[in-house]
């Protein structure tokens, strides 16, 4: 029978407060703290994700321009080199004489066509007159002048004018005009200048204007082959100028107008980050569910079971209305059982919404039992578990926002006065554990060297050079710190007798998230950023950062920091 339906004619005075005083159901408390958790653990998740997306295109993006800028580079060489054969074939007078003044055609063929062609990788050459008319053709060292102007874009014309304009005064040397444009339907690069005489007799003419002389290279397998091993830029090939392609750049003429789009295969430094945190990510996306689904069962059997004790508690109170003690005692005891539920309450929601202000914080409570041990051990695990998957993942995602803010510059130095000797024993005293875990022998002499930098970056600097150190030294190794006030600066090293590593492992040292041992045991697992951050730590005290390594002998990470940053030194302190 419910308590709306509920009537006794016997009850003389029912209380009024009874009904009012006595609680409802309260499942609504609860559910509303396990309802924030189970968000917020959500939001965490979502955050580290996102994080790491962000990382992960930024990455992206700095490796597409670093791409766009070699490849850039590789034909802004080409193209100067090209530029200067040009300018050191027309300002010669020997050329002059044989090509403007009176034309020898076997010289021509000897030195304009077949030497070109065969010693300097000339595809055409061309000496034009006013009319942009070969005076003499050569194409792969085989002389074709009928209709050699009309096998070229009209950006010919335009080099050529180009150079007529930068012709410049008797004995000085010719400007050189230079330009992409389409040799036989084709891309190639040339490049155009006047012949002139190297002293200051007056520039020989033809019609009144001043003979041209025209270089072309092709833009062809074996030039992109090449740029590719230069640059390692991998499968170099030319795309249609309408290509939409991020890993590409234009080959524009003078005009700004598009012939091709020079395109290669790039590399994807923050995907290749992406899919070795997929593991991790995913391990601890199906711990916290299993967490979140162990929490939200306890807390609704709590919330039943207060339920019934209420329940049990109202039904107490209706039969011992009839009799004022009965009541009292009913009272009392639902006053206790709210004063108990309130402090259950309490209590569960301090211990349930502090350790979940982050997952690492809360599933260190549960792997150390800190409120008794659970009465199953694989909670532990779990717990166990998400903290080293989440502490692994938070010093990768560390790593990343220190060296973004690095590369962004929104990295501030807090510089002062700081001594390198407390430093480098704090180091010491952080790895100790283990050093002695591998027997390695450690070696450092006691320096009272003070310069002016940002402490805590130093102590970043020398704690990710000798932990790389303590981690590819063997059992039994030796690594040595060291401290010099040079006239140079002041320089500090770290050296250990570790594997080594080959040249070409050393010249990947400091590559981002790359590690030279592609073979190392999972003790050597770490971000692959430890150097880069350091070296950018160091640059940013305008210092540099330099490693030799010698396989089967060891590596040495040597800090030269400038002499402006030194202070007086003061005593070492000696303890007996």
């Known amino acids: 029978m419910s308590r709306a339906s509920t009537t006794n004619a016997e009850q003389p005075a029912r209380p009024a407060a009874a009904p009012a005083g006595t609680p409802g159901p309260q499942r609504s408390p609860l559910r509303n703290v396990v309802t924030p958790i189970a968000i917020l653990?959500?939001?965490?998740?979502?955050?580290?994700?996102?994080?790491?997306?962000?990382?992960?295109?930024?990455?992206?993006?700095?490796?597409?321009?670093?791409?766009?800028?070699?490849?850039?580079?590789?034909?802004?060489?080409?193209?100067?080199?090209?530029?200067?054969?040009?300018?050191d074939y027309s300002f010669w007078n020997d050329a002059v004489e044989n090509l403007a003044v009176e034309f020898d055609r076997g010289w021509a063929e000897d030195n304009v066509g077949a030497w070109a062609n065969e010693s300097l990788g000339m595809d055409a050459t061309l000496v034009l007159d006013a009319d942009l008319e070969p005076i003499f053709g050569s194409v792969d060292g085989a002389i074709q002048e009928a209709d050699m102007a009309a096998r070229f874009s009209p950006e010919l014309a335009r080099i050529v004018a180009d150079a007529r304009r930068t012709v410049g005064e008797p004995g000085i040397v010719p400007g050189v005009a230079t330009s992409f444009l389409e040799f036989d339907g084709a891309p190639a690069i040339a490049g155009a200048a006047i012949l002139k005489w190297e002293d200051d007799r007056p520039i020989p003419l033809r019609d009144g204007v001043p003979v041209a002389l025209v270089f072309v290279r092709r833009i062809d397998e074996a030039m992109l082959r090449r740029f590719g091993e230069l640059y390692l830029l991998s499968d170099m090939k030319l795309a249609p100028a309408s290509a939409e392609l991020a890993d590409s750049i234009p080959l524009?003429?003078?005009?700004?107008?598009?012939?091709?789009?020079?395109?290669?295969?790039?590399?994807?430094?923050?995907?290749?980050?992406?899919?070795?945190?997929?593991?991790?990510?995913?391990?601890?996306?199906?711990?916290?569910?299993?967490?979140?689904?162990?929490?939200?069962?306890?807390?609704?059997?709590?919330?039943?079971?207060?339920?019934?004790?209420?329940?049990?508690?109202?039904?107490?109170?209706?039969?011992?209305?009839?009799?004022?003690?009965?009541?009292?005692?009913?009272?009392?005891?639902?006053?206790?059982?709210?004063?108990?539920?309130?402090?259950?309450?309490?209590?569960m929601s301090h211990e349930l919404r502090t350790p979940l202000n982050a997952i690492l914080g809360f599933s260190e409570i549960i792997s150390m039992e800190m409120y008794g041990p659970n009465s199953d051990p694989r909670y532990r695990d779990y717990g166990r578990m998400i903290h080293e998957s989440g502490d692994h993942l938070r010093s990768l995602i560390n790593d990343i926002l220190d060296l973004a803010k690095i590369e962004a510059g929104r990295f501030e130095l807090a510089e002062g006065p700081t001594s390198l000797g407390p430093i480098i024993e704090q180091c010491l005293g952080l790895l100790a554990p283990r050093i002695e875990a591998k027997g390695i022998r450690s070696s450092y002499?006691?320096?009272?060297?003070?310069?002016?930098?940002?402490?805590?970056?130093?102590?970043?600097?020398?704690?990710?050079?000798?932990?790389?150190?303590?981690k590819f030294t063997g059992?039994?190794?030796?690594?040595?710190?060291?401290?010099?006030?040079?006239?140079?600066?002041?320089?500090?090293?770290?050296?250990?007798?570790?594997?080594?590593?080959?040249?070409?492992?050393?010249?990947?040292?400091?590559?981002?998230?790359?590690?030279?041992?592609?073979?190392?045991?999972?003790?050597?697992?770490?971000?692959?950023?430890?150097?880069?951050?350091?070296?950018?730590?160091?640059?940013?005290?305008?210092?540099?950062?330099?490693?030799?390594?010698?396989?089967?002998?060891?590596t040495a990470a040597t800090v030269r920091l400038p002499s402006a940053r030194r202070l007086p030194s003061e005593p070492i302190a000696v303890t007996g």
């Not at 990382?55 to 670093?66: D, E, K, T």
């Not at 162990?294 to 004790?309: K, P």
């Not at 999972?522 to 490693?547: F, P, Q, W, Y």
């Open 41 to 87: 653990g959500v939001a965490v998740v979502a955050l580290i994700l996102m994080l790491a997306v962000i990382a992960a295109n930024s990455q992206n993006r700095l490796a597409i321009r670093s791409d766009q800028y070699l490849a850039s580079s590789a034909l802004r060489v080409e193209t100067e080199q090209l530029g200067g054969v040009v300018r």
């Open 445 to 470: 002499r006691p320096t009272n060297v003070r310069l002016i930098a940002d402490a805590r970056a130093i102590k970043q600097i020398l704690l990710n050079l000798m932990s790389n150190a303590v």
């Open 252 to 347: 524009s003429t003078t005009d700004d107008r598009d012939i091709a789009r020079l395109s290669w295969t790039g590399h994807r430094p923050g995907t290749a980050l992406l899919r070795e945190l997929a593991l991790p990510l995913l391990g601890i996306a199906v711990l916290a569910t299993a967490l979140m689904v162990l929490i939200v069962r306890r807390a609704r059997q709590s919330t039943d079971a207060l339920t019934r004790s209420h329940d049990q508690l109202e039904a107490q109170t209706r039969a011992l209305q009839a009799s004022t003690e009965a009541l009292q005692r009913a009272l009392a005891e639902a006053a206790r059982a709210n004063a108990a539920k309130s402090d259950f309450l309490a209590r």
């Open 475 to 554: 059992d039994g190794g030796e690594i040595a710190v060291a401290v010099s006030d040079e006239a140079e600066g002041i320089v500090l090293s770290v050296s250990d007798t570790g594997c080594g590593m080959t040249r070409e492992e050393l010249e990947r040292v400091f590559q981002m998230f790359g590690q030279a041992k592609v073979n190392v045991s999972r003790d050597a697992e770490g971000s692959g950023l430890g150097l880069n951050i350091a070296k950018g730590l160091v640059e940013m005290h305008g210092g540099t950062l330099t490693v030799e390594s010698e396989v089967g002998v060891g």
